[in-house]
């Protein structure tokens, strides 16, 4: 089993996501990931200028599908003066098999498509993990340590704390839990009910912490063990 050190912390709303399967990277949120129009192009080998005219063209194909988001990104070229302003358009995943599907590059669509099933598949499954697992294990341990340290003006700080001890377990960075994989998830679940289930004998946030901290570095000692 691998941990990964370039993935991380979330507490748990609509937050931004990015997820890559076969290398097609998705942005947007847990509820609706969505692929760039120029990675697109580059896939297929296209200007993204020839994809942008086709979203025009089809424009109402597109929005029959749900939103047609598009978006302007500065983008600072090596040599140019002053900044130039490209725009972009945000696809769901049936708006970016209907571009597939007018595209007239059909050596390079059928890979694409698979990357696209893997890439949204992969989407799904995160999200499905995150509302199902992640976000009641992630409250029922916040509830224990608001329980613990309810009368401390430090509490924010406990939260704060068995966090970083968390992330240091599963060896994730602080800030980047939303990127994590459906397999990284799935470890830092288990940590969150392993320091929940720590302190709930505490009988206050410092014995609280100091059990929920031993018994992490247990877990991280699992886990080194296993991807050894």
Known sequence: MQTTKEMGRNSGGSAALTT???SIT???TEAEPRVDSRLLAQYLG???QHVRELLAD???DFRQLGLLRFETEAVKEA???GTKYVKFAL??????YLLLTYSRNTKRVPELKVRLVLAFREARQRADLHSAEYLPTYHDLHDEIARLAHDSSNARFVHLNVNRAINQAVGIESGSR?????ACQSILVVAQSVAAQAMAGAHNHHQGYQQAKAALQRLETVLIGRAA
């Not at 696809?91 to 970016?96: G, K, V």
């Not at 939303?178 to 459906?182: E, M, V």
């Open 178 to 182: 939303k990127y994590l994989s459906t």
């Open 79 to 81: 040599g140019a003066r």
């Open 26 to 28: 998705l942005s947007g």
């Open 46 to 48: 296209n200007q993204h």
């Open 20 to 22: 890559k399967a076969d």
């Open 91 to 96: 696809l769901n995943e049936d708006q970016a």
């Open 58 to 60: 089809y424009a109402e």
